[in-house]
């Protein structure tokens, strides 16, 4: 878990990207991500299969948007691990150690 700060700066953001999973959080408790990102699970999805989804917005030091995304699906809470939605590099570097790119393995 990254406990140091980041050069993004994140904020809730509520606009639905209509995102799907392109990466994953391992290790890592719903806890421990709020406490990353700042701000509680706060977009609500299919409360029959969602139990904790975040949406942010991430702006770096070069004024730059970018939306990320975290959920749970169907129990993966249960066992620590979350689908993400994003741009790798930040998702890499707000979760050191738990991320990894779905396609490549990146981490």
Known sequence: MNTTQTSYKIEPWQ??????????????TAEEITAILGFE????????????????????RDGQHKLIAVWDWKGSHLVN???????????????????????????
């Not at 691990?81 to 396609?103: N, T």
């Open 15 to 28: 606009d639905n990207p209509g995102s799907h999973k392109t990466g994953e959080l391992t290790r890592i």
């Open 41 to 60: 699970p706060n977009f609500s999805d299919d409360p029959t299969k969602v139990v904790n989804s975040w949406l942010g917005r991430t702006t770096s």
């Open 81 to 107: 691990r979350y689908s993400a939605w994003g741009d790798p590099q930040i998702l890499v570097e707000l979760f050191e150690g738990s991320y990894s790119d779905a396609l490549t393995g990146w981490r």
